[in-house]
């Protein structure tokens, strides 16, 4: 494995971290709904809903590069590149 594709891991990781946190962001919201909600306010409890669908949507995104990234292939691949680079030095 090329050190760009191990770059390229790298990024597809920092890409699967943001969708995460914004998976987390659409859960805080929908509590915070839920809480609105159980207060009755209503209207806010809707505007709190439609704010998170599209955050949770990233789930899938995220799955889908969690998958990608630990391939055992490039798994085994990054590990042999490193190990390599080390005895370079």
């Known amino acids: 494995m090329s050190a760009a594709k191990i770059y390229f891991r790298d990024l597809l990781g ?8 914004l ?3 659409g859960v ?3 509590f915070l709904a839920l809480i609105t909600n159980i207060n009755h306010e ?6 709190y809903l439609y704010e998170s669908i599209p955050l949770l949507l ?3 995104p ?3 590069l969690g998958k990608v990234i630990n391939r055992p292939a490039w798994v085994s691949e990054t590990e042999q590149y490193h190990l390599q680079a080390a005895k370079k030095q």
Do not use: E, P, R
């Not at 920092?14 to 946190?21: A, Y």
């Not at 209503?42 to 505007?47: H, I, N, V």
């Open 62 to 64: 995220s799955f889908i």
């Open 42 to 47: 209503g209207a806010l409890a809707t505007t």
């Open 58 to 60: 990233c789930v899938f």
């Open 14 to 21: 920092l890409t699967l971290i943001i969708f995460s946190v």
């Open 28 to 30: 805080i919201f929908d």
């Open 23 to 25: 998976t987390i962001l």
